[in-house]
Nanobody, 110 residues
Framework: VQLVESGGGEVQPGRSVTLSCVASGFTFSSAGLSWLRQAPGKELEWVATITSAGLTAYGAAVKGRFTISRDNDKNTLYLQMNSLKSEDTAVYYC?????RGQGTQVTVSS
């Protein structure tokens, strides 16, 4: 299993960013997938999950601002993040089963 995240960077509060995770090594269309994040000095936090059927669920901190989606033709998972706050600053990881990518840093700062 290989998961490669991209799309992070520095962004101002209130702006939007979309993260991508390109996957390989498993049957993407059959897999439930998630985004996690880890802020400096804090534990890993669950952000969102999408099932193989496209059902979604979100953590309380991001519900209503973030959208998880998938493109099975491209083996790619997305996380659209709107109305970003400083507390969204973290390394964001995509997760499939017990496999996790290397992460992409998102820094929200004015």
């Amino acid at each position: 299993v290989q998961l490669v995240e991209s799309g992070g960077g520095e962004v101002q509060p209130g702006r939007s960013v979309t993260l991508s995770c390109v996957a390989s090594g498993f049957t993407f269309s059959s897999a439930g997938l998630s985004w996690l994040r880890q802020a400096p000095g804090k534990e890993l936090e669950w952000v969102a999950t999408i099932t193989s059927a496209g059902l979604t669920a979100y953590g309380a901190a991001v519900k209503g601002r973030f959208t998880i989606s998938r493109d099975n033709d491209k083996n790619t998972l997305y996380l659209q993040m709107n109305s970003l706050k400083s507390e969204d600053t973290a390394v964001y990881y995509c997760l499939e089963g017990k496999s996790r990518g290397q992460g992409t840093q998102v820094t929200v700062s004015s």
